[in-house]
Structure formats: C-alpha cells, structure tokens
C-alpha cells in the first residue's frame, strides 16, 4: 500500500496548521534491522495508553487504556486505530482542544521489536500476515517493555473495522512479572524522551484553543469493551 494511501484516514483527521503532529511527507525509512515501537500517554477526554508498531512502512496503532502490563494474568483491551507516519515515533507535546484527540502527548516508552510468529509447521509468519490474521506475537526491547508480547484479534475482521476490538496481553517468559499490573499513574509518569511529565509538557507548548469546535474528539474513551467509542474506534477515535 502506498503512503498516501496508508495515511489517508490519519491526514484527513487533522489539521496540520493547527496541531503539531507529523503529516508523514517525509520519505519512508526503516529503522534498520530492528523494527522500532512506541507506547504513548495521552491525555484525552480520557487518559490512555497507544501502542504502535513499525510494520509495512508506517506504525500499526491501537489505542489500550489501562496501558501494557507485565502480568500475562492481565488480558488488556486493545482497539485499532489509523495508521501513523513513523516520524510519530518522536511525537510529543500538546494537540489544541478542539482538534481531533485534543490533549497532551508523552513518549512513555519505546525501543525496538522482533516477530515471533510461526505457523503451525514452525515456519516464521511475516509480521503483516500475521496482523491480518488476527494473532501476533513479538519480543519488546524498550527502555520500560521487555520479553515476549502477544495482540490477539477477538471481534470484528470481517469487513467491519468499526466492530474490531483485540486483547494486548504479556507472554509468561523470563522477562514477566506477575502483579506488576503496569504505570497506575500516568500523571506521574516521565517520558522516555525527555524526562517530563504531561504537565510539563502541556505547560511548555501552551497550545491556543481550535476554532474548529465540530472537528471529532479523542475516542479512546472506552471504559470497557461495548461502550460507543469501542465500537466505533475509527470513527471516533483517536490515538
């Protein structure tokens, strides 16, 4: 897929002469041998979690609220969202109210990743293909992640993507650690980048106010699976 046409749902959300997220026209480039991941807190209507992964020239994203755990006890609600340009790996500061996913943006973690997925014959499965079908599985090198990670598909991926809806869940291996349920509070939390906190950055970008007052809201707002902006994530939500 092209990039305009990987990124075309991202673009159309946003308004780029008011918020400070990339646009993605930079030309495409791999981060190396190692595909590269990013685990952002974002203060929305709601706070959340998004997590995204380098795959096929842009970063996959789904938007998880209670964040990864640790624990392969916890089972976390992972809703797929747009597409984004790679440069959002270093994304961080303040979208104005009034914009698409208005709120303050940290880098809370990031790294690189590796693929684990086999078929049932132990051969490795690309990890686009295995996205497709609805069962990933990946090994975390991040500066807070670590060890084996599993997205898993439970609604939807019959042609509905608003009904779509996946399971991020840690894999029991060496690097888990039962009953650490994860950041239980994000407005504490420092980002891997600079060392600040949401307030810190949403002090210093200081954004004025959108005058677009119709223009869709952060949807990541979901407390729990079959609330509307669940169901709905590509239709409201933002990540």
Same mark, same amino acid.
């Given at each position: ?13 946003r ?13 495409r ?14 203060d ?7 997590f ?23 089972? +976390?609600?992972?809703?797929?969202? *747009? ?18 996913g ?25 990890f686009? *293909?295995?996205? +497709?079908?609805? &069962?990933?599985t ?6 807070? #992640? ?12 019959d042609?509905?993507?608003?009904? *779509? ?15 650490? &349920? ?13 060392? +600040?906190? #949401? ?18 809201t ?8 079959r609330?509307p ?5 590509? +239709?409201?939500?933002?990540?």
């Amino acid at each position: 897929m092209g990039d305009n046409d990987a990124l075309k749902t991202y673009r159309a959300k946003r308004h780029f002469g008011r918020t400070k997220e990339p646009r993605g026209d930079a030309a495409r480039q791999q981060g190396g041998e190692r595909a590269r991941f990013v685990v952002q807190i974002h203060d929305a209507r709601r706070m959340h979690f998004d997590f995204r992964l380098e795959a096929d020239g842009v970063l996959k994203s789904w938007s998880v609220p209670k964040g990864p755990s640790n624990d392969p006890e916890d089972k +976390r609600l992972a809703v797929p969202t *747009e597409d984004h340009p790679l440069e959002y790996l270093d994304f961080e500061g303040a979208i104005p109210k009034g914009e698409y996913g208005g709120g303050t943006v940290i880098v809370w973690d990031r790294g690189t990743y590796r693929p684990l997925s086999h078929d049932r014959r132990g051969r490795p499965v690309p990890f686009d *293909e295995a996205l +497709r079908r609805g &069962h990933a599985t990946f090994w975390l090198d991040g500066e807070k #992640l670590h060890g084996g990670y599993a997205l898993t598909r439970f609604r939807g991926g019959d042609g509905d993507p608003d009904d *779509e809806a996946w399971l991020l869940v840690k894999t029991a291996d060496g690097r888990a650690h039962p009953g650490d &349920h994860g950041t239980s509070a994000p407005r504490r939390a420092r980002s891997a980048l600079t060392g +600040r906190t #949401l307030r810190q950055v949403a002090e210093s970008d200081e954004p004025e106010e959108s005058p677009v007052g119709q223009v869709s809201t952060e949807a990541g707002q979901h407390g729990s699976v079959r609330t509307p902006d669940v169901a709905n994530p590509r +239709r409201s939500h933002r990540t």
